[in-house]
């Protein structure tokens, strides 16, 4: 069974200020990873994810996520954030191979100060 | 494209009440999947619908939890009776293929409170 982990429940930072929110994960078969965006009072909206070839992928807002296989992670990175990025960002994994399904970890709450 | 519909938005019952929730789909979109949210927790999936069949309802609380997708489109969520623990947000979500690593489109959600 898979597992996703979000060791940091909020983080917040400084506006213009990089950010890194931390995603590790645990599958024993190869995985596809996303990152969600939850704004307040608004369902998730899917911000990236990595199903194959390069190993960093990135989103139309700035945002960046790298999938490194040894450390099993799946960062997301923004180097220099505003507050409009302040909400509630969700990783996934979805295990690939026979029936699928996605497992998320328990949020992340960015909150940016200006 | 119209999102995903979801209604109603906000909804307090008393416990051992019942309830409803409904979502409309993105047209076109195979998958329908219903999330439970509980608060400071990840979405956790209740059932997952591949047009009008259910292909995952292992999480779904079968005693007190019903869903059906009439016709491969509209999906209602049913709880009967609901518990105090059920208070949560209820996500709908829906992807265009059978495949779940399209990634999912999500509705606003309902925002249950049992009291």
Known sequence: ?114 | EAGVAQSPRYKIIEKRQSVAFWCNPISGHATLYWYQQILGQGPKLLIQFQNNGVVDDSQLPKDRFSAERLKGVDSTLKIQPAKLEDSAVYLCASSPGTANYYGYTFGSGTRLTVV
Not at chain 1, 9 to 33: G, K, T
Not at chain 1, 58 to 74: L, R, Y
Request: charged share 15%; with cysteine.
């Open chain 1, 1 to 114: 069974a898979q597992s996703v982990t979000q060791l940091d429940s909020q983080v917040p930072v400084f506006e213009e200020a990089p950010v890194e929110l931390r995603c590790n994960y645990s599958s024993s078969v190869s995985v596809y990873l996303f990152w969600y965006v939850q704004y307040p009072n608004q369902g998730l909206q899917l911000l990236l994810k990595y199903l194959s070839g390069s190993t960093l992928v990135e989103s139309i807002n700035g945002f960046e996520a790298e999938f490194n296989k040894s450390q099993t992670s799946f960062h997301l990175r923004k180097p220099s954030v505003h507050i409009s990025d302040t909400a509630e960002y969700f990783c996934a994994a979805l295990s690939s191979g026979g029936y699928q399904k996605v497992t998320f970890g328990t949020g992340t709450k960015l909150q940016v100060i200006p």
